[in-house]
């Protein structure tokens, strides 16, 4: 091939790239803004939670003695009877209890006591892992299960074009006969600095847009569901067996517990040894998880029915205590104990990776970090927004011309069974733009063909 026919297919392809880059930007923008403005909130879970409903989860440290679990829970049934479901001790000196009870209407409640004094400070709606009703809805809308099902595939197909936009962003970036590309902000004005600030930015944070996108996905259902049955499939999930010789149950761990490290969620509860006696007390429970050295800001969830086990769990913003313990309903006994060491290696990457993106693992760092590529996101998302107004024409989008080399189509065909294999749902929606852009490529050949 000549020099003169190399440089046409690249400059074909580049343009083709582009065209390809414009049309699936334009179509995950919004879903790319919602989850940079919801992540980059959600990160300050913790800090939000506490200044919101400071009244109901903080208290003055006392010199006296914490009251029993029996006591505190006693005291938030009293006031909001019901039934009891999960007891959280206070995380600090300076925490309040939480004790999870699902009243008589049948509504999963908070009530926060304050451990000390024994005196119910107050109750809200109980929020999960969210911690309050006003970060549930966070997390509910950066996941998009408000649209059921079909908003998990959407928000796992645009997690999916994340990664594949930032690398064709960087393919369109790369210089072609110059010894850098932009790096920084060269125009001072116009569609041009817009231009340099989409591409200063995405080049600066292209890898923390891919590490969030990536280390999301095992929520996801499909890429999820596969590297959930991978990890295990080549025995790098978590080692089956832990309970191998008592029964379990038909519930999940996931479904049980509010919080749950992410690749335990689809193992099955244990049983309790027997289906009937005196329920082991509370306390002697608590002493039980806390003299095996559970870290602190653990949740003891109450057995479900009969068979139903005690359950201890954690995930700190240590990750190397997570940890989660269940006990015999009537003996206390421990069936079974583990943390994340005793993870296989995607599973202990998994939880990693979740730990970081949910900006627990290194404290402040982590959560500035992130909040910047979250501020970023929306950064490339608005600046891409301000170049399409500026260059739309009168009618239509302003996509950019499709290519008439023949091998276009045909690459980004390659580019999407490659991506679909690492991102099924990207890569469907790549097929179809693929497949678009042969039929308008045959339909314009076809009329350029003389009669």
């Not at 911690?131 to 959407?154: A, C, D, I, Q, T």
């Not at 890429?223 to 999930?237: N, P, R």
């Amino acid at each position: 091939m000549s020099d003169i026919s190399q440089r046409a297919g690249s400059s074909a392809l580049y343009r083709a790239v582009w065209r390809w880059h414009f049309i699936a930007g334009l179509l995950t923008l919004p879903f790319v803004l919602i989850l940079a403005v919801t992540g980059g909130i959600y990160l300050f879970k913790d800090e939000i939670n506490d200044a919101a409903y400071s009244k109901l989860r903080l208290v003055e440290p006392s010199q006296t003695q914490m009251l029993a679990p029996s006591v505190l829970t006693a005291n938030a049934l009293e006031q909001h009877p019901g039934t009891l479901k999960a007891y959280h001790p206070p995380a600090a000196d300076n925490r309040a209890a939480e004790v999870r009870i699902v009243g008589e209407d049948g509504l999963k409640n908070t009530i926060y006591v304050n451990p000390y004094s024994g005196t119910v400070l107050g109750q809200l709606w109980d929020g999960g892992a969210a911690g309050s009703p006003l970060m549930y809805v966070v997390r509910k809308l950066h996941s998009l299960e408000y649209v059921g099902w079909f908003g998990n595939r959407v928000i796992e197909a645009a997690a999916g074009w994340m990664v594949i936009l930032v690398g064709t962003g960087i393919y369109l970036w790369w210089p072609r006969g110059k010894k850098l590309g932009t790096v920084t902000l060269k125009a001072r004005r116009g569609r041009p600095l817009w231009r340099d600030l989409h591409a200063v930015t995405g080049f600066y944070v292209g890898a923390f847009i891919v590490f969030l996108a990536v280390t999301g996905l095992p929520w996801s259902a499909i890429w999820g569901g596969k590297f959930y049955d991978m990890s295990y499939a080549v025995g790098l999930g978590m080692p089956d067996g832990y309970w191998s010789k008592y029964p379990t149950s038909t519930v999940l761990v996931g479904d049980a517990l509010d919080r749950s490290p992410w690749i335990m969620e689809k193992q099955a509860m244990p049983l309790s040894a027997a289906a009937q006696g005196v329920p082991a007390g509370l306390d002697d429970v608590v002493a039980t998880v806390e003299n095996l050295g559970i870290a602190k800001g653990y949740a003891l969830n109450m057995p479900s029915g009969p068979e139903g086990v005690f359950t201890a769990s954690v995930y700190p913003d240590d990750i190397s205590q997570e940890r989660v313990i269940h006990l015999d309903q009537y003996t206390g006994a421990v069936l079974y104990d583990a943390g994340l060491a005793d993870l296989g290696a995607l599973g202990w990457a998994a939880e990693w990776g979740i730990s970081i993106h949910m900006g627990q693992a290194w404290g402040l760092a982590n959560q500035l970090v992130l909040l910047t590529a979250c501020v970023a996101m929306v950064l490339l998302v608005v600046s891409a927004a301000v170049m399409w107004w500026k260059r739309r024409p009168a009618k239509g989008i302003g996509v950019p011309q499709m290519p008439a080399d023949w091998r276009i189509p045909r690459t980004l065909l390659l580019i999407a069974v490659v991506a679909g294999a690492f991102f099924p749902l990207a890569g469907l929606t790549m097929l179809v733009i693929a497949a678009v852009e042969t039929a308008l490529y045959l339909m314009r050949k076809r009329h350029r063909q003389p009669a």
